[in-house]
């Protein structure tokens, strides 16, 4: 039996960009649902499992950022922004709730699909095909073909974005790790000089280890260079 297609739930509230979106998405073999609010577009997500969200920040009601924050709490499923909005800041905050890649409009069908697919293929743990063997360090394995995070205190719960910040650091354990170096390693984005979005990821990470039942000092703070993670 062949691989099921992935689900895609694209919110926006625009007929003409939900018309696009979800015609260029079926095209390349992805099941899509459409919705126009944020409302209706939280309680599908309830009810149903998605592998991708596609969100408008500018929504009636439950606006983008506020739906992305609540859909976090229940899912790890990467989000992508589409927004008028492009400045900066639009995506830093994006990326702060829990966001993982930001795309303005007006857009192309090959840039969006490029988008979607590197999103995909982050979440179901391709990312690092090259280096695939686990890595081990302060008592947490890393595996990168299954995409879990564990060790005798059991798995760690992360989303795409976590996992691979937590992996940028692990590969370079015992060393000083610069904010850009991890934006990216973990994000791609050589171009986003904000770095203050890695410093709210870091916080999230220390947080998913420490429920976990390990060590959040695990991460360390190096003023002034970055992030080291302990060997």
């Known amino acids: ?63 983008g950022y506020e739906l992305c924050r609540r859909l976090r709490a229940h899912t790890s499923s990467p989000v992508l922004f589409l927004s008028a909005r492009d400045s900066e800041l639009d995506k830093v905050v994006g990326l702060e709730i829990g966001g993982d890649d930001y795309l303005s409009k007006p857009f192309g069908v090959r840039e969006l699909i490029a988008r979607v697919r590197a999103l995909l293929r982050r ?62 390693d973990a994000w791609g984005w050589e171009y986003l000089t904000e770095t203050k979005t890695v410093d709210t990821h870091i916080k999230r990470l220390r947080d998913k280890i420490s429920s976990a039942g390990y060590d959040s000092g695990l991460v360390e703070t190096v003023r002034g260079y970055g992030y080291r993670f302990k060997k």
């Open 1 to 63: 039996m062949p691989d099921a297609p992935a689900r895609i739930l694209v919110v926006d509230d625009e007929p003409s960009i939900t018309e696009f979106v979800g015609y260029a998405l079926r095209k390349e073999g992805f099941s899509v649902d459409v919705i126009d609010n944020g409302e209706d577009a939280l309680s599908r997500a309830m009810k149903n499992d998605y592998d991708l969200f596609v969100l408008d920040i500018m929504l009636p009601g439950i606006d």
């Open 123 to 184: 979440s179901q743990g391709e990312d690092f095909a090259k280096n695939s063997s686990a890595i081990t360090a302060g008592g947490i394995t890393l595996n990168e073909d299954a995409h879990t995070a564990t060790g005798d205190a059991g798995d760690i719960d992360l989303t795409p974005r976590e996992f691979e910040l937590l992996a940028a650091l692990m590969k370079n354990a015992g060393k000083v790790v610069s904010r850009e170096d991890l934006l990216r």
